[in-house]
């Protein structure tokens, strides 16, 4: 059974950072591509960033050259570190694992920059 577990959100002023983390059991990352979405008040979720299983990653044009995405394998561990957050980027963040036409979701973690 695949479980994403969220942690590291909080509420930050603008221009500060963040790393949020996903512990992810079940998951073999060779297998699965990984990523972080979010979901602000009123809005969709929306993909954040990727990691797919040929380790390229990808990112919304909203946060490129400020958040990174990166893999531990050998803690099972996603990450997604943010810099220089905007009041835009609060939401909800959730991790995620797909594989095929299968999506696997966290919790969580909520993301406030004011």
């Known amino acids: 059974q695949v479980q994403l577990v969220e942690s590291g959100g909080g509420s930050v002023q603008a221009g500060g950072s963040l790393k949020l983390s996903c512990a992810a059991s079940?998951?073999?990352?060779?297998?699965?591509?990984m990523g972080w979405y979010r979901q602000a008040p009123g809005k969709e979720r929306e993909l954040v960033s990727e990691?797919?299983?040929?380790?390229?990653?990808k990112y919304a044009d909203s946060v490129k050259g400020r958040f990174t995405i990166s893999l531990d394998n050998t803690k099972n561990m996603v990450y997604l570190q943010m810099n220089n957050l905007k009041s835009e980027d609060t939401a909800l963040y959730y991790c995620?694992?797909?594989?095929?036409?299968?999506?696997?979701w966290g919790q969580g973690t909520q993301v406030t920059v004011s």
């Open positions: 990691i797919n299983t040929d380790g390229t990653s």
């Open positions: 079940g998951v073999y990352f060779e297998h699965y591509d």
């Open positions: 995620a694992s797909i594989i095929g036409a299968s999506a696997y």
